[in-house]
């Protein structure tokens, strides 16, 4: 995985500025997805699987560039499982527990 973390603002229909956090951008079966995780609370828990991180489908035009989120569940399940076998090469899936351990072990 390459460290994003670049700050992205979205505006959305209505003209209101979102912002967040690239944490990855990824190929899965050639459509292109950024891993965005939100800044503002209101989105937190918002899609499919109950991550904070959202996914979108990056739509490129002759002009620009669009994020699409991805709303259906099961592409949304597959660029999951994707990025997490990227971030996770032993398997295992992310538990907060391990978060809160590793912070153990740094103090």
């Known amino acids: 995985m390459t460290e994003q973390n670049d700050l992205v603002t979205l505006v959305d229909e209505e003209g209101k500025e979102h912002n967040f956090v690239l944490l990855d951008i990824l190929n899965v079966n050639d459509n292109d997805y950024a891993i965005l995780l939100p800044t503002e609370p209101e989105f ?21 560039h669009t994020l699409l989120a991805v709303e259906d569940e099961e592409e949304w399940e597959t ?28 103090l």
């Open 44 to 64: 937190a828990n918002s899609e499919p699987g109950g991550d904070e991180a959202i996914i979108f489908r990056i739509v490129e035009t002759e002009e620009e």
């Open 79 to 106: 660029v999951a499982k994707a990025w997490e076998e990227i971030n996770y090469d032993d398997g295992e899936e992310y538990d907060e527990d391990d978060e809160e351990e590793e912070e153990d072990e740094e």
